[in-house]
């Protein structure tokens, strides 16, 4: 499994980005799909995930109301839509596979599957 993250850059407060996660090596049919980020003398922190069947969705409080998690089945694609960026929100943001929709988890050790990370930078 290939996970591909792209879409990361330099926004101000305020702004938007939308990040993006090709995955390929697989049939994802029964996989859910996480993002995650990490910020310099943090820990990793879950920002919102998905299942590629049936496109539930599941936020942290940090981001509810401002970041939107989508999946396009045909293109293999995950999306994190992210607007009213805050200079918090600065960090390097993983996209994460888990082999399994049977529920959705914030628990970064239980995705089998890691891209590269892409950096987000909110100025204020």
Not at 44 to 49: G, T
Not at 54 to 67: M, P
Not at 100 to 114: E, F, G, M, R
């Amino acid at each position: 499994v290939q996970l591909q993250a792209s879409g990361g850059g330099l926004v101000q407060a305020g702004g938007s980005l939308r990040l993006s996660c090709a995955a390929s090596g697989r049939t994802f049919s029964r996989f859910s799909m996480g993002w995650f980020r990490l910020a310099p003398g943090k820990e990793r922190e879950f920002v919102a995930a998905i299942t590629w069947s049936s496109g539930s969705t599941y936020y942290a409080n940090s981001v509810k109301g401002r970041f939107t998690i989508s999946r396009d089945n045909a293109k293999y694609t995950v999306y994190l839509q992210m607007d009213s960026l805050k200079p918090e929100d600065t960090a390097t943001y993983y996209c994460a596979a888990r082999a399994t929709d049977q529920y959705i988890t914030s628990a970064p050790s239980l995705y089998n599957y890691w891209g590269q990370g892409t950096q987000v930078t909110v100025s204020s």
